[in-house]
């Protein structure tokens, strides 16, 4: 037997942990809402472990989504640039998450830099240029 994990339950467990993550839940509750413990559910959103059927339905209903969602492909799947949010616990308040799932639906590459350039600017007291937000991408791809 194959130790390779399918590219179908990889997405499915990607698309469990990006759910889970902007709805603010850890880890740990959804798997007490299923009735199953969290390393399970960690081993379900790195594809390792299948998710049956009545699982995955268990788990659409906690997180409140249609069950079609964990099928979904994602942008980070299309994008060669994007990539996934590694394993922060907790670092991410429900709002944070939500800032991230409206500007990741944001399709102008110029908008979000000017984006940045705001989030920039109200953070840290400092204005920023596009050209500086270029040369910054620069030292990023080196």
Known sequence: MSDDIHPVDLRVGQNVRRLRML?????????NAVGITFQQIQKYEKGTNRISASMMHDI????????????????A?????????????????????????????IDNAEIKKQIILLID???????RTPADLAAEELHADA
């Open 121 to 127: 600017a109200v953070s840290t007291g400092e204005a």
């Open 60 to 75: 659409a209903k906690t997180l409140d989504v249609d069950i079609l969602a964990f099928f979904a492909e994602t942008t």
């Open 77 to 105: 799947e299309s994008d060669s640039k994007s990539f996934t949010i590694p394993d922060t616990g907790e670092l991410f308040s429900k709002l944070d998450l939500r800032v991230l799932e409206k500007i990741a639906r």
């Open 23 to 31: 709805r603010g839940l850890s880890q740990t509750s959804v798997a």
